[in-house]
Structures are given as structure tokens and as C-alpha cells.
């Protein structure tokens, strides 16, 4: 198997198994719940039962678009950490075909505009720092 390593530009060759291992060593050290059945459409009825109950934040002609038809249950894969001793993995987890992304990303929305963050520090992306540095607030007593 040929995966990305955690840092820099590498990649890892190693066994499937040996991959596939260390994926199931991460899920037991750390105490997850694994379930033989999958909840991802009992779990898309609920969030059809948000969406058409916010009639205030969610406008009925726009319900559809948060709505995910083929809903898949989130999956999991790990990068090797090659920094560190006995390459542990980091997992990586796909939430894109999970029922709430799309309502989770319109509630993001919707807090960052009633809710602003109380720390100037934050930044959103590259492009922000780089606007943020073009204009530095800088008060007459600065040193």
C-alpha cells in the first residue's frame, strides 16, 4: 500500500495488513465503539425532522439543498506518523457524505454571523493573514 505520510511531502509503502493493523490498534487504544449495523438512515430521518421543523433559520424553497439524498456513514483512514517512534497513525475522518454536513456547514454560517469571535488572533485562511498584514493596526504607542 502506498499512503501520505502525517508530515511533510512523503509517502509510505508499506504491507495492506500492516496498514489495516495499525488503523484497528488506534480504534481499540483509544476506546471507540464500533456497531455492527449502520445508523447513517435512521440518523438522515432525524435531520429531515430538523430541517422541515427551522422553519426560521432554514427557508422551505431552500430545505433541499441541505438535504443529502445518498447519505454514507463517515469513513476513516490514518497517515503514518513517521516523526515519531513505532509510526503510530493519525486518523483522518471523511464527513462529506455524512446526513448533516451540509446543515452543519449552514449552521457555521449562520453563528459566524451572529456570533463574533471575541480573539482578533483568529484567522480564517492564507488570504486573510496575508489582508490582515497588508493593514497592521498598530497604536502611536507601539513599540
Known amino acids: 500500500m502506498i499512503t501520505r505520510a ?7 509503502i508499506l504491507p495492506t495488513s500492516q496498514y489495516e493493523n495499525k488503523i484497528e490498534e488506534f480504534l481499540q487504544t483509544n476506546h471507540f465503539q464500533t456497531s455492527t ?7 438522515l430521518s432525524q435531520v429531515r425532522k430538523v430541517i422541515n421543523n427551522s422553519k426560521t433559520l432554514i427557508p ?3 430545505k433541499w439543498k441541505y438535504l443529502n439524498l445518498n447519505p454514507t456513514a463517515p469513513s476513516i483512514k490514518g497517515l503514518i506518523k513517521l516523526h515519531k517512534s513505532e509510526h503510530p497513525v493519525r486518523p483522518v475522518v471523511n464527513w462529506r457524505g455524512a446526513p448533516a454536513y451540509t446543515l452543519a456547514q449552514l449552521f457555521t454560517q449562520k453563528i459566524k454571523l451572529v456570533a463574533l469571535l471575541p480573539n482578533m488572533n483568529n484567522l480564517e485562511n492564507t488570504s486573510d493573514l496575508l489582508k490582515k498584514l497588508e493593514k497592521p493596526q498598530f497604536s502611536p504607542t507601539s513599540p
Not at 6 to 12: R, T
Not at 37 to 43: I, M, P, R
Open 6 to 12: 502525517d508530515k511533510g511531502s512523503s509517502l509510505v
Open 60 to 62: 422551505s424553497e431552500t
Open 37 to 43: 449495523n449502520d445508523a447513517t438512515k435512521s440518523f
